[in-house]
């Protein structure tokens, strides 16, 4: 089976498919770190990297943000002196698609 | 009197002195669209400035991440699509000083 780090996203639009409880059950195992948290109604995947300072949480950020470009898809980030929080989801659907794991997993190989 | 924006931040330790209310009375007439808010118990100041799109959020992001770096003393930011939300209090005194007015005022003229 393909690595989700290794996946493509797919174009994704307001009738697409949110990931079905199975499918979350069947990636989190390949998303260490990796939490699904409810917020404002919208389920997303979310984890804080700790960094070793400022300099290091705007590199990562920067990072991640080009990733986002590539793939144009895009993650709310919070960055902080020593951490930086990255959260994915998929706007559209208000809610998780298999494009927000594969990001996930590219995130945590940019880390 | 001197504008915020030109002030020069202090050094802060855990011994400064927070704001009074009456300071932050003074000080905010002088930040337009900035916001006390209270979270953890800990007064802050924020505001979302609206972009037009990730690459403004990034370029914004940066520019207030340089500002951070050259007066040592470093936000919270949180990057979205089409907005960034800068949020500055002082860590050492678990509250507001002057200098996160003053920061506050540099990152309106930077955006």
Redesign the interface.
């Known amino acids: 089976m393909q690595a989700l780090s290794s996946a493509r996203c797919e174009a994704c639009d307001a009738h697409a498919k949110p990931a079905t409880a199975q499918e979350v059950n069947h990636y989190m195992p390949q998303l260490p770190g990796w939490q699904v948290i409810r917020h404002d109604g919208i389920d997303k995947l979310s984890q804080t990297f700790k960094t070793q300072g400022?300099?290091r949480s705007?590199s990562f950020?920067?990072a991640v943000?080009k990733l986002?470009?590539s793939s144009d898809h895009?993650p709310?980030?919070?960055?902080?002196?020593g951490a930086v929080t990255v959260i994915w989801w998929s706007?559209k659907i208000a809610g998780l698609h298999k494009n927000d794991f594969i990001m996930a997993a590219k995130t945590s190989e940019v880390f």
């Open positions: 400022y300099t705007m950020t920067n943000a986002a470009e895009h709310q980030m919070i960055v902080d002196y706007h």
